[in-house]
């Protein structure tokens, strides 16, 4: 009865610290994509961009951002980031920050 207890309690506290490092990585995902997709957007509209070069502007981004924690990792940011790029329209050169939390949020990352 005692390990059966001791067993639970610790299936319990893994359970908890597991959901706390998922959303703790979610935060940092959400962050991550909005300031990268955000730059990316930014040089749509300044017109350094080619549209169709998204992909590369993701990876470029990811491996330059200073601000990634070792909780997410580059190439996470850049797997992760890839799955916005459906989400990508024509209309990212009027509101590069707006566009990037449409993304984001569409892509479910946010």
Not at 28 to 41: E, K, M, P, S, Y
């Amino acid at each position: 009865m005692k390990t059966t207890f001791i067993i639970a309690a610790l299936a319990c506290v893994f359970a908890v610290s597991t959901t706390e490092a998922y959303s703790v990585k979610a935060g940092v995902a959400c962050d991550v994509c909005l300031r990268v997709l955000g730059r990316v957007f930014t040089d749509m509209q300044n017109g350094s961009h080619d549209p169709q070069a998204v992909e590369q502007d993701i990876q470029k981004e990811c491996k330059a951002d200073s601000g990634l924690p070792q909780v997410w990792e580059k190439e996470a940011c850049i797997i992760d980031l890839s799955l916005t790029i459906p989400y990508i329209e024509e209309d990212y050169s009027s509101d590069p920050a707006g566009s990037a939390q449409k993304v984001c949020s569409s892509a479910r990352i946010c």
